[in-house]
Structure formats: structure tokens, C-alpha cells
């Protein structure tokens, strides 16, 4: 890349680079949550399908929550050291992680 450059609006950018210019606009109506967990996610893996965000944390745990409300579906405990890697199947009804512990 190189050059960037921020439209009047603020609400889109373009950079540049060796024969490529892309063009980046910010999505409207963007929903946010606060990290509910009261611990540092150290992965997190969203699906957009099923609504639901899995975070592997620090603190060895996963925990799944729904993207629609933000309540814990399920917290997964049994890692002896940090979850490094968390991954929710396509359908949604299986979780994965991994940790180096």
C-alpha cells in the first residue's frame, strides 16, 4: 500500500497501491457488545448463521454466548492452560479449541 486517504465523511477510505485502488466503506446500523466475559479473550470465533460467538479465554474457559442478546449459552471449562484457538461448526451445535496447556 501506498497511500490512504479518508473521504470528507469519514465514513469511507481509499488506498492505493501498485496499480490497485480499493475503495473501503464503513457499514451502517453496525450492532456492538461489550465483552461480557470479565476476562482477556485471547480467540473468538463468530457464526454469523447461528448467532452465536464462541471466546476462548486466558483464564482457560470457553464460552459461548448469543450474538442476538449476549447471554452465555454455554462455558466450557477442562483446559489446563489459556485457550490459544476457539472454532464454532457451520451448524452451530459444536464447539473446538485448543490450548497450549
Known sequence: ???????????????GGFRVVKLWEQPQNVQTLKSPLGAVAADV?????TQ???FGTQQNIVTVRSLVDGKEIKKLTGHSGPVSGVAISADGTQVIS????
Open 52 to 54: 452465536l460467538a464462541a
Open 45 to 49: 470465533d463468530v457464526n454469523v448463521a
Open 98 to 101: 485448543g490450548s497450549g496447556g
Open 1 to 15: 500500500m501506498h497511500s490512504v486517504a479518508f473521504h470528507p465523511n469519514g465514513r469511507m477510505l481509499a488506498s
